[in-house]
């Protein structure tokens, strides 16, 4: 068998459970199979902030990681992320990892993305290398939360 992958003191990564958001199917493919050869087989997948947001509420098992594109249709990745944060989508704690994966390296979107506390980034394209080292440099950071600074957060839509 091999050996287990540790995120954190005693933490393994066969342990989590990631839900993937992006609204291009073949990418959350590649990031799942990305995952599955990390030793994580606990996926939930959404093609949207929307769908994401229904899949956080009505969750049998608590997500320990979120994975969300920032340009989607339907819910972008900084209007989910400012949902965890301000403790809208519940059972969600509002201090979850939350790693944003972008192509863009927008001042506004970077600027928002840092306002609300993101646990870390993601950017395309991606490597399974990276995906590791995000996941262990975000589920390693402490956040603050702060929800009132968080609902000031203007967002484009």
Do not use: W
Not at 92 to 107: E, G, H, K, M, N
Not at 132 to 144: C, L, M
Request: proline share 3%; glycine share 6%.
């Amino acid at each position: 068998m091999p050996q287990s992958l540790e995120i954190t003191s005693g933490e393994k990564f066969e342990d989590l459970h990631i839900l993937i958001v992006d609204d291009d199917d073949a990418f959350i493919t590649l990031i799942h199979a990305m995952l599955r050869s990390l030793g994580i087989t606990q996926v939930t997948r959404a093609s949207n902030g929307a769908e994401a947001y229904q899949k956080l509420r009505s969750g049998t098992r608590v997500v320990d990681c979120i994975i969300c594109d920032y340009n989607m249709d339907n819910g972008n990745g900084l209007q989910l992320l400012q949902a965890v944060r301000t403790g809208t989508v519940m059972p969600v704690r509002p201090d979850a990892c939350f790693i944003l994966l972008t192509a863009s390296s927008d001042q506004d979107t970077v600027g928002n993305a840092a306002a609300l506390d993101v646990s870390g980034y993601l950017v395309k394209p991606v490597t399974k290398d990276k995906v590791q080292a995000s996941i262990k440099k975000a589920r390693a950071r402490v956040i603050k939360i702060d929800i009132p600074r968080y609902q000031r957060v203007m967002l484009s839509k």
